[in-house]
């Protein structure tokens, strides 16, 4: 065992250093000697001969368990010279992508009550976990970091003025935010736009904090939350948003999603979409974050999303990509959860505090080193609707910060204090 350890993971490493000391006490270190060094041991011969039949399942899994341990560096270190190589998977891990990918459809296959089961397997965990590591404002999604040195809570700050610059919002509006999340961006545009707002979440948790958040901020009126699925909603509306959902929607019902968003929106309404995307075409969901943190969830290429936005109608107005965004706010995540690792463990156990760190590192990693992004679409359903040029964002922006400031709000609160 010890020989073909040493041999395919040689053959794989080819950048950085890493030093790993096998179950029965051989060490062998692979890579060019580049970087900072890492070392790892095997604990047993198990977790080897997993690690070799399935590695982007195993390796998680051996981390959780135990029975793979840093012994230099963390897993985030080892994690960024793994996935960082010049072929993202190992040769012999090649035949399960295949046989992965073949099958894709139907593990994607989010029918209204595996959606919610879905919804319930991670957002339905104990709050107090999420407050561990996000922002004061409950942001789940990637931050928009106008300058290196922002925080946490100014990048999702800034997320959500810069979705609302491309919105083009008017007092009154109705607006439905799919997929709401503990209700911070809804209240946000009831607040700062005059909108009325109606957020829509499949999370019984969720929907608590954030029928309760807006009650203190006395906004019941006008930024209500639903558990309800969208394709079950009653439109129309003016203004449509979705951040971080569409993750969740599946390859199969992509055209269902956008067609059911072109039916909700009025003839002069604006819908931005905020996802996370791949840069290198269709592919798999990693059979590890399937299992274990995302069930049915799938990272679309553009080339996939485009067609159904096609078939359903609606316009493409303006796309951006966030390139490295999400990297730097999963290292303000990872960071965070370190520091209160211990308060997981209670929360849970030591298994679900070593998965989690392996979430965020590998997540963190998936945009750092390899082809992960975000996108940003504005649609509508005819021309003429947006400006032609987008100096209006910076303008939007600017008006928006002023009422930030009008509003008087407290300072804002670091997550964690």
Not at 105 to 122: E, F, I, P, T, W
Not at 374 to 400: C, S, W
Request: glycine letters at 8%; charged letters at 25%.
């Amino acid at each position: 065992m010890d020989r073909l350890l040493r041999y395919f993971l040689g053959r794989f490493i080819r950048r950085g250093s890493v030093t790993f000391t096998t179950a029965s006490g051989m060490k062998f270190t692979c890579g060019d000697g580049s970087g900072t060094p890492v070392a790892a041991r095997f604990l047993t011969n198990s977790a080897e001969r997993r690690i070799l039949l399935d590695p982007e399942l195993y390796l998680g899994e051996a981390f959780m368990d135990g029975t793979f341990v840093m012994e230099q560096g963390t897993i985030a270190d080892a994690l960024a010279i793994l996935m960082g190589q010049a072929k993202m998977l190992p040769n012999f891990a090649r035949l399960q992508a295949w046989l992965r990918f073949l099958g894709r459809r139907a593990q994607q296959l989010n029918l209204r009550g595996k959606s919610r089961d879905n919804v319930a397997r991670h957002y339905d965990l104990d709050g107090r976990l999420y407050s561990l590591f996000l922002d004061a404002d409950k942001q789940y999604s990637c931050a928009y970091f106008e300058r290196p040195d922002a925080t946490l809570d100014d990048a999702q700050l800034a997320k959500k003025r810069h979705l609302a610059a491309k919105l083009l919002v008017r007092p009154g509006d109705r607006i439905l935010d799919i997929g709401s999340g503990w209700g911070g961006l809804g209240i946000y545009l009831a607040e700062m736009t005059g909108a009325d707002v109606t957020g829509v979440t499949l999370s019984t948790e969720q929907l608590q904090i954030s029928n309760a958040r807006a009650a203190e901020r006395n906004l019941g009126q006008s930024a209500r939350f639903l558990l309800q699925d969208y394709r079950d909603t009653p439109g129309p509306f003016d203004r449509i948003v979705s951040v971080g959902m569409f993750e969740h929607v599946g390859v199969a019902f992509y055209e269902t999603f956008f067609k059911r968003c072109a039916e909700l929106l009025s003839d002069d309404g604006v819908m931005m979409l905020h996802s996370i995307g791949r840069s290198t075409g269709p592919d798999v969901t990693s059979p590890w974050i399937r299992k274990y943190i995302f069930p049915g969830g799938y990272i679309p290429a553009l080339s996939e999303v485009m067609p159904a936005i096609e078939q359903a109608g609606l316009l493409v107005c303006d796309m951006e990509i966030l390139r490295l965004h999400y990297a730097e706010t999963l290292k303000a995540w990872r960071e965070r959860f370190m520091a209160r690792r211990e308060e997981a463990v209670r929360l849970y156990d030591e298994r679900f505090a070593r998965m989690w760190e392996f979430y965020l590192a590998g997540s963190e990693m998936s945009f750092r080193v390899q082809n992960l992004m975000n996108f940003q679409l504005q649609l509508t359903k005819r021309q003429g609707v947006v400006p032609m040029t987008r100096d209006y964002i910076m303008h939007e922006e600017a008006r928006l910060r002023v009422r930030e400031q009008k509003a008087a709000q407290p300072r804002l609160q670091l997550a964690g204090e």
